[in-house]
């Protein structure tokens, strides 16, 4: 890359390899056509993608995650862009057992975001990949998460407990009750259609699977299946080896907001954000919420 054109750029960064990445992308994508809206800023990259007015997911992608983050635009830049196609483009940049750096560079001659291998003295080839980008035609909803109460009604569960949990919830083919309730500390989650399933995660009985438990009133929620599905449908497998844990938090009118941790550095070999004991620092780790909107019923169940 020739320095006029990183002159002419917004943004100019560099990434160690694209696997983390594409991790983090593949899990805000729940079909397979979906266009996304990427906006640019000193602090990060934020990724929006929605459905209907009823799902919204948002990855944060921090500037300490990057290698190097060169940003000289004045305000925010925002696109649209194709996820699959994104996606798609980055694995390019990934061979089994060789970890490849890329940079992405925005916006090219023609409005394009451009990806291109970093040459290495061990490198036998060159990558290179433009995008063709949108102009958003659309403002994206801000949801306006605000917590039910003065005490925020959350939980903590293993994230591989919550997938398995979710996946094995298709089967009575219909929505999805979430019931939180203090005495004893309970969550559980019941769909009746074909079948009737309910799955309990009792707070006593097994902190090591439900992590955290804050809530003082009982609540019931209803969500459609497929929105809900999406939250977890498409989660790495980093995360769930690592243990880590999925926050669910509920906002006025039973808003729901759930937040995961994603691993944007794999490579094998010692990492400078990596301790000598494996422990990674947080700014090697993506952040993913997603606000899922409840059905409304007739009688809503949570009236006082």
């Known amino acids: ?104 560079r925005y916006p090219g001659p023609d409005m394009q975001l451009l990806l291109e291998s970093v040459e290495s003295p061990s490198s036998d080839a060159f990558i290179f990949a433009e995008i063709r980008t949108k102009i958003p035609d659309t403002i994206s909803w801000d949801y306006n998460f605000q917590p039910a109460g003065s005490t925020p009604i959350s939980f903590t569960v293993k994230s591989a407990a919550l997938k398995e949990a979710i996946d094995d919830l298709e089967w009575p083919g219909s929505s999805v009750q979430i019931i939180l309730q203090p005495n004893p500390p309970c969550v559980s989650f019941r769909a009746e259609g074909h079948g009737d399933l309910q799955i309990d995660f009792m707070y006593y009985a097994n902190t090591d699977l439900l992590m955290a438990f804050h809530c003082d009133q009982q609540i019931c929620y209803r969500y459609k299946y497929k929105f809900l599905r999406a939250t977890t449908s498409n989660m790495p497998s980093s995360v769930t080896k690592d243990k880590r844990g999925s926050k669910l938090t509920f906002g006025m009118g039973g808003l729901l907001k759930v937040q995961h941790l994603v691993s944007v550095t794999r490579s094998s070999t010692q990492h400078p954000n990596i301790d000598a004991s494996g422990y990674q620092l947080p700014s090697r780790i993506a952040y993913i919420e997603f606000f899922v909107k409840p059905e409304v019923d007739e009688d809503p169940v949570n009236d006082a």
Request: glycine fraction near 6%; charged fraction near 20%.
């Open 1 to 104: 890359m020739t320095s006029s054109s990183s002159s002419s750029s917004d943004l100019v960064c560099q990434l160690d390899s694209a696997s983390g990445l594409i991790d983090a992308l593949s899990s805000v994508r729940w079909k397979r056509s979906q266009d996304a809206l990427v906006e640019l800023s000193e602090h990060g990259i934020v990724l929006i993608v929605e459905e209907s007015g009823c799902l919204q997911a948002k990855l944060y992608l921090k500037r300490e995650i990057f290698a190097s983050y060169e940003y000289q635009a004045e305000g925010r830049p925002r696109f649209g862009v194709s996820l699959g196609l994104l996606i798609d483009c980055l694995n390019l940049f990934t061979v089994p057992g060789l970890s490849r750096a890329v940079e992405i």
